[in-house]
């Protein structure tokens, strides 16, 4: 019972400084996105849209990286070792699952673009366009949902292969 908090709190905080990473990773993603935008004089101007599209983003790396998280134990057969294990496990699951969400919604968000040009999405965004950031908030949104569970599924087959 104790090892079982222990693993659970050391995976808590894994958590928390993979988050910190993975938000910094999504703002990255978007700054790769709207290249020619200072993003942070944008939100310090108050550009509604930027921080609609940004929160966005950071919410689907999270949606996609969810599976991440959880190591089914299930099927090892380990001895004594089960709690490094785990933690290397979820460890991997989460670089993996980074890589995946970050090139999945990178293609997504430049396959959006190339279908819609039409319009200019980073000029509507520094515009303040709310319109056309909620539209990308919803395509961001929409693959990561959709993306997730594959990931999921790809995690669960690498940590059963390893491990």
Sequence with gaps: MVADLLLSLVQLVVAVFLSAITAYMAFYLFQWFTRGMDEWAELRRGNPAIGVVLGSIVVAVAIVLRPALSVDTAAWDVGGDLFFRVLLAEALQLAVGLVLAIVTLTLALYLFAALTRGIDEIEELQKGNLAIAGLLAGV??????LV????????????????
């Design 140 to 145: 961001v949104l929409g693959i990561s949902l």
């Design 148 to 163: 997730s569970q594959a990931v999921a599924q790809i995690l669960g087959l690498i940590s059963s292969i390893l491990f």
